[in-house]
């Protein structure tokens, strides 16, 4: 009997938006039958700048149980979604300084041959979404990982219409996560387990 597949989802999340997704994709694994660990990045921000924001500050402080991720997580994963909102296009410090932790299982070649996709949020349309999300897969080519994005593999990816990933428009936190999202959400999660699933088996 085949082991359940082992995914490992890392996010960093400042407001919510990204959390959400990530729980989205929580259960959508857990429903395809993975075994999954939900992980946030380390919060490397002051505190004066998370207090600034309520929203920041109100999400950090009802996230602050929820573990963060180690390099023992990403070793112990067959498949890793890594999500971030878009920092003028290009991944968040947070969730960059965990993967560039991650130095000593790429020296042992244990980042290799594991499968990885990216979620992202921004707060407008267009607003580097993709190029955050193609920005993240350089990291996963130096890895030597596979990366498993959505594409257009089922009808429901023409009407969130981002092929590199789930990604969201929040509009400040005034565009909560839509059906849409949690779709594009679920195809996603769904495919990375079954293609994570049929490599552990061949």
Not at 22 to 39: I, M, N, P, S, Y
Not at 115 to 136: D, R
């Amino acid at each position: 009997m085949s082991t359940p597949v082992k995914l490992a989802i890392v996010y960093y999340s400042s407001t919510g938006t990204i959390a959400e997704i990530a729980k989205e994709l929580h259960d959508a694994g857990v429903k395809a039958g993975a075994e999954v660990r939900l992980l946030k990045a380390a919060e490397l921000a002051p505190a004066a700048a998370i207090e600034s924001n309520p929203a920041w500050a109100a999400h950090h402080a009802a996230t602050r149980d929820l573990p963060e991720a180690s390099a023992e997580d990403i070793g112990w994963a067959d498949a890793v979604l890594f999500g971030s909102p878009t920092r003028f296009g290009n991944v968040s410090a947070q969730l960059k300084q965990f993967i560039d932790s991650l130095g000593g299982l790429w020296a042992q070649g244990k980042l290799a041959d594991k499968v990885y996709s990216g979620f992202v949020s921004s707060a407008t349309a267009h607003g580097g979404q993709e190029s955050t999300l193609l920005a993240l897969y350089n990291s996963i080519h130096h890895f030597g990982g596979i990366t498993v994005t959505p594409g257009f593999t089922d009808p429901a990816k023409f009407v969130d219409g981002n092929p590199y990933g789930t990604s969201h428009v929040d509009a400040q936190g005034s565009n909560p996560v839509d059906d849409t999202t949690r779709t594009a959400a679920r195809i996603q999660a769904e495919r990375v387990v079954k293609i994570t699933a049929q490599l552990k088996a061949a």
